[in-house]
């Protein structure tokens, strides 16, 4: 009997949020050198009382915070471009990176890929907010580290226009129409399934 489980992680993806309130995006842009991707969901449950019992049962999905790790994000002039655009910094004319304070960093929607032994993960989280990077420089020893470069990130639930379907993603897997076309576009035309 097959059994399944997702490990590992790559195809990352951003894509830069044109409207938030519309919900549209540009094309997605791939992030070679996907180390590893940390989420953390926030769900707040709470029981409100009255009349002596329970009168209200609430779960709410806040999104999340995390870090995504990279081995290179300033391989070309163009990914050099979007990163600081994600994370609030400026080019400046001669090609330096400004590390500006007080730059506004861009929302965005994330990608990535967990391919699995089993069957393949494609995830989508839709509205993404990074942090200025952290890393750790370390002297050269007998064996060569490469400096990651770890992004704290947020993420925060929508709501998809036209619909009632209150959402921080949405997840493809293999076998799935889109699967194949998962990294074309960010799609938000999600039918709601009811009972």
Not at 166 to 192: M, N, P
Request: a negative charge; one cysteine or more.
């Amino acid at each position: 009997m097959a059994r399944n489980g997702f490990f590992g992680v790559k195809n990352s993806h951003f894509a830069i949020c044109t409207d938030e309130d519309a919900l549209t995006y540009e094309d997605p842009v791939h992030v070679a050198g996907t180390v590893a991707i940390s989420m953390e969901p926030s769900v707040e449950t709470a029981t409100s009382y009255a009349d002596n019992e329970p009168w209200l049962d609430k779960q709410q999905d806040n999104g999340g915070s995390g870090t995504m790790s990279f081995y290179d994000t300033e391989g070309t002039v163009e990914l050099r471009q979007l990163i600081a655009d994600l994370v609030g910094y400026e080019i400046a004319q001669d090609g330096r990176t400004i590390l500006s304070a007080d730059r506004t960093p861009k929302k965005f929607a994330f990608m990535c890929e967990q391919p699995g032994h089993v069957l393949g993960r494609r995830r989508c989280l839709l509205m993404c907010q990074l942090s200025k990077p952290t890393q750790e420089l370390n002297t050269i020893q007998d064996t060569p580290e490469i400096t990651q470069l770890d992004y704290p990130f947020t993420w925060r639930p929508v709501t998809i226009p036209s619909t009632d379907i209150r959402t921080s993603g949405y997840d493809s897997f293999t076998g799935l129409a889109d699967y194949a076309t998962f990294f074309d576009a960010v799609d938000i035309e999600l039918a709601h399934k009811t009972e």
